[in-house]
């Protein structure tokens, strides 16, 4: 869960349900407006919040990435409702998966597969209970006529237990790789790639001061490697930099990330998901 520094002051809250929606439709055909007319039909209150509608067709593990990184900005109890679905209409299960006070709604494709790599408790059902669908399903459609019934009957209280059973045996993708940390390197990989091209990797912030902490490195010592590249030190901002220069920065995603300034560092690299970059403390790294 995201903390705040600063202290909320006791006021009324606004209780009305929330739910999230990122799928991979875009705006341009009306077919986030139609899942959303269909959840206002069964929770006409209900706060829908928009994450993201432009994620690369088909891309179930940028979808996985925007669904673990956006969720802990929101309370408790809502709904997250995840669309990133090449097989809809084969026999692919749905997911509803509870966790962190969270609920989640998903095709069984391993879209939710960092949350159900998590070491945090979790319950998983598969939604098979039609009586939460819509009447008609498309087999084309079904965010419009399975997904979003489904996430509108749980943000009105719907249990999740009622809609289908138990399970335990999700799909989970196996590109989720962890880190390989040493007290000399990290090894980490690029996760996703952003609007602006920059490379983001699964290596938390958090977790790099831990480790820069526990073997007493300075900015000085580190060294990113690329396949292709070596940076020195990590940039506070994109502007540390000459425009058209790689630097390494902890950015929005708090995830260190491969960026040019005023550039694209997909394009310069030519690197993509899943590649390989490499933090090492300068000790072990030959100039």
Not at 159 to 184: C, H, R, Y
């Amino acid at each position: 869960m995201i903390s705040f520094k600063h202290i909320l002051r006791s006021v009324e809250m606004n209780h009305r349900p929330i739910i999230t929606i990122l799928t991979d439709f875009g705006l341009r055909d009306g077919f986030v407006g139609l899942m959303k007319g269909v959840m206002l039909q069964i929770v006409p209150d209900a706060h829908i919040v928009d994450i993201s509608h432009d994620l690369p067709s088909f891309a179930v593990s940028a979808g996985g990435f925007l669904n673990n990184w956006s969720y802990g900005y929101f309370p408790q109890g809502t709904v997250h409702l995840c669309v990133v679905d090449p097989g809809v209409g084969t026999k692919r299960r749905v997911l509803i998966l509870e966790t962190q006070g969270h609920l989640f709604v998903a095709p069984d494709n391993g879209l939710l597969s960092p949350l159900l790599n998590s070491t945090h408790s979790k319950k998983i059902f598969t939604a098979t209970n039609t009586q939460f669908w819509m009447d008609k399903i498309s087999n084309t459609f079904h965010g419009r006529d399975i997904f979003s019934p489904i996430a509108a009957h749980l943000a009105r209280g719907i249990p999740a237990s009622e809609m289908g059973n138990e399970i335990d045996d999700p799909v989970i993708l196996p590109i989720f790789k962890p880190l390989q940390i040493t007290n000399d390197s990290i090894e980490t990989y690029i996760r996703y790639i952003d609007h602006f091209g920059n490379l983001v990797t699964n290596l938390e912030e958090s977790v790099f001061m831990d480790w820069c902490s526990k073997n007493h490195c300075k900015n000085e010592d580190i060294v990113v490697q690329l396949p292709a590249n070596r940076l020195h030190g990590i940039s506070n901002a994109f502007g540390d930099k000459e425009p058209g220069k790689l630097l390494a920065v902890f950015g929005g995603f708090d995830r260190m990330e491969i960026a040019v300034s005023k550039g694209n560092a997909a394009v310069t690299t030519g690197l993509g998901i899943g590649d390989p970059i490499t933090i090492h403390l300068i000790k072990t790294a030959k100039r």
